[in-house]
C-alpha cells in the first residue's frame, strides 16, 4: 500500500478534488484525488512544528500543530501552497481546527479552545478563549454550535460566535456564604459591575454559565466572584 506522504499523517480534510493531509514533520501534503483509486501527491508547505489537523475554507487551509499553533496557508495553487499567515496558540500546541463563518476554531490542549477572526486569512486576530477544564483534543462546528472533545471531561457543547457563551468557575468560595458573580465591561476605577447570578450557599467548587455575550455588544467582559 502506497503512503503517499513522507511524514505520520494526523488529519485530513477534502476540498475540490484535492486531499490536504496534516503529515506531522512534513507539514501541510497536498494530494490529487479527482482519481480515488490513483491519488497522486502535487504539492506541500512546511510549518514550524508538527502539523496535527487541518481545515479547507475557500482557497485557504488552516492547519493547527505542535509548538506552532495556527498556520493559514494560501491553496490556490494546489502544486505550490503558501504560508500567508498564522498566530501562535496559548498552549502553543493545538490538536483540532474548524472553520466557520469568518472564525477559526482551534482546540489548543491544556490551553482550551481558541477562536481567530480570519475575515483576513493572513492576520489571523484572536477573539475569543475559553477554558474548557480539560485537554481540548479536536473540535467541531455545526449549526452555531462548537463541539469540543475534551479529552477527560468529555464532550463540551458550546454556543458559536457571535453568540459565544461565557464559564466561570469558582474554586475557593467560603463555604455556606452567599457568594455573587458579577460582570463589567471595563476595569478600573471605571468599572461598573453588575450582578449575574448568586450562589445563596456555596457546597463545593461551581459554575455559572453567562449566555448574555454577543460581541456585538460585547467587545470585551470581566467577571468577579464576590462573598460578603
Given at each position: 500500500m502506497k503512503r503517499y506522504t513522507s511524514g505520520d499523517a494526523r488529519g485530513v480534510a477534502v476540498s475540490?478534488?484535492?486531499?490536504?493531509?496534516?503529515?506531522?514533520?512534513?507539514?501541510?501534503?497536498v494530494i490529487a484525488?479527482?482519481?480515488?483509486?490513483?491519488?497522486v501527491r502535487v504539492g506541500g508547505c512546511d510549518i514550524s512544528g508538527l502539523a496535527v489537523d487541518v481545515a479547507v475554507s475557500g482557497d485557504y487551509a488552516y492547519?493547527?500543530?505542535?509548538?506552532?499553533?495556527?498556520h493559514v496557508i494560501d491553496i490556490r495553487n494546489p502544486a505550490a501552497p503558501t504560508r500567508?499567515?498564522?498566530?501562535?496558540?496559548v498552549a502553543s500546541s493545538a490538536w483540532g481546527v474548524a472553520v466557520s463563518g469568518g472564525y477559526a476554531y482551534v482546540a489548543d490542549g491544556a490551553g482550551g479552545l481558541q477562536i481567530f477572526a480570519v475575515?483576513?486569512?493572513?492576520?489571523?486576530?484572536?477573539?475569543?478563549?475559553?477554558?474548557?477544564?480539560?485537554t481540548a483534543n479536536g473540535v467541531a462546528v455545526v449549526d452555531n454550535h462548537i463541539y469540543v472533545a475534551d479529552d477527560q471531561k468529555g464532550l463540551l457543547v458550546l454556543c458559536s460566535l457571535p453568540n459565544m457563551q461565557s464559564m466561570i468557575r469558582v474554586e475557593d468560595a467560603?463555604?455556606?456564604?452567599?457568594c455573587v458573580i458579577e460582570a463589567s465591561p471595563v476595569?478600573?476605577?471605571a468599572a461598573q459591575w453588575t450582578p449575574l447570578y448568586t450562589n445563596a450557599s456555596p457546597s463545593g467548587p461551581?459554575?455559572?454559565?453567562?449566555?448574555?455575550?454577543?460581541?456585538s455588544q460585547y467587545p470585551q467582559k470581566y467577571y468577579r466572584a464576590r462573598q460578603p
Open positions: 475540490g478534488g484535492y486531499a490536504y493531509v496534516a503529515d506531522s514533520s512534513a507539514g501541510l501534503q484525488v479527482t482519481n480515488p483509486t490513483a491519488p492547519v493547527v500543530g505542535w509548538h506552532g499553533g495556527l500567508v499567515g498564522g498566530h501562535v496558540t475575515t483576513n486569512p493572513a492576520v489571523p486576530v484572536p477573539v475569543y478563549r475559553y477554558s474548557t477544564g480539560g467560603t463555604l455556606g456564604t452567599p476595569l478600573g476605577s461551581f459554575e455559572f454559565t453567562d449566555f448574555d455575550v454577543p460581541l
